[in-house]
Nanobody, 129 residues
Framework: QVQLVESGGDSVQVGGSLRLSCVAAGFTERLYRMAWFRQPPGKEREGVALIAGQSPTSYAHDVKGRFAISRDNAENTLYLEMNNVKLEDTAIYYC???????????????????????WGQGTQVTVSS
């Protein structure tokens, strides 16, 4: 059974930092592209960052320079380092992955939801002032 399990969500104050993790298990093929999405309260889910292969590939404009995506293939783990967080970063954060090559980005620079077949259950990040 394939699964993606996120962890690391927490409450944090404005300007603080947080690191999210996503462990992939049960996959028999290499996960070429992996990404983070988020869904703020009352809003649609949106792409945050994606990594294709080994190199961070793209970030949504509003997190670029503050967030960093990385992966550890040996540990089958995806990370999202969140720095200088803002109130608007409050959301449920989802890990997503796919084995297919190539990737797309939105006009805002983030990953495209339809590119990913596998999803985690989400982890809550709450930013307070």
């Amino acid at each position: 059974q394939v699964q993606l399990v996120e962890s690391g969500g927490d409450s944090v104050q404005v300007g603080g930092s947080l690191r999210l993790s996503c462990v992939a298990a049960g996959f028999t093929e290499r996960l070429y592209r992996m990404a983070w999405f988020r869904q703020p309260p009352g809003k649609e889910r949106e792409g945050v960052a994606l990594i294709a292969g080994q190199s961070p590939t793209s970030y949504a404009h509003d997190v670029k320079g503050r967030f960093a995506i990385s992966r550890d293939n040996a540990e089958n783990t995806l990370y999202l380092e969140m720095n200088n967080v803002k109130l608007e970063d409050t959301a449920i954060y989802y890990c997503a992955a796919d084995t297919r090559y190539g990737f797309q980005t939105t006009s805002g620079g983030g990953p495209v939801e339809s590119d990913y077949r596998y999803w985690g259950q989400g982890t809550q990040v709450t930013v307070s002032s």
